[in-house]
């Protein structure tokens, strides 16, 4: 019997795959992972904000990802894989690698601000679920405006910010989204079909 997230560790018996899942899960890595590439400005040009990707087991992501602050606090963390490599202090000064949306998802749950090396050049990132589940541009759309919702909450009240940031009030916040994003897109059809 062989895993079947990673389909590279074997198994005797299913009573042995059982007993091995608590050590083997925090080592397992998915074959495939559907992720999300989100291109910084100079990126965009050619492939838009986001771009659907199969992230195979051997991407660096899986090594060199960062887990992003406030999707772990709501139970559903992202892995962020930068693919400029370089420190902060040693990259380019080239305006056309600022990501908002990048810097936006690496904001810390007690002060909003994101790291010095998510701040500026940051360049195009790669993002994953970290439990292997596909990530759909709709999906990180979504997750990329609650961080926009709490910076504007960060900037009246940093003790509200915090108290938002909990897995009942992203799932709420993610709910509302989309039924807002339901009925603009109702409201553009029917301007468009009068």
Not at 58 to 81: C, D, N, Q
Not at 94 to 106: G, H, P, R, V, Y
Not at 146 to 166: E, N
Request: aromatic fraction near 8%.
């Amino acid at each position: 019997m062989r895993c079947s997230r990673c389909k590279s560790t074997s198994y005797c018996s299913s009573k042995c795959q059982t007993d091995d899942w608590t050590d083997h899960k925090r080592n397992c890595i998915p074959a495939h992972v559907e992720g999300i590439i989100i291109n910084c400005e100079r990126d965009r040009r050619h492939g838009g904000i986001f771009q659907p990707v199969d992230i195979p087991a051997t991407h660096e992501i899986h090594r060199l990802g960062e887990i992003a602050p406030v999707s772990k606090a709501v139970g559903l963390p992202l892995v962020v894989y930068r693919h400029i490599r370089e420190p902060w202090m040693a990259r380019p000064d080239d305006a056309s690698l600022d990501n908002q949306i990048a810097t936006f998802l690496m904001i810390k749950t007690h002060d909003g601000f994101a790291a010095p090396e998510y701040q500026k050049q940051v360049g195009t990132i790669t993002v994953m679920r970290k439990d292997g589940k596909p990530l759909t541009p709709e999906a990180i759309e979504t997750i990329w405006m609650y961080h926009d919702y709490l910076l504007d909450v960060f900037g009246d009240d940093p003790a509200l910010a915090r108290a938002a940031i909990t897995r009942d009030r992203f799932k709420r916040y993610c709910e509302q989204y989309k039924e807002e994003s339901a009925s603009a897109k109702l409201y553009n059809l029917s301007r468009l079909s009068g």
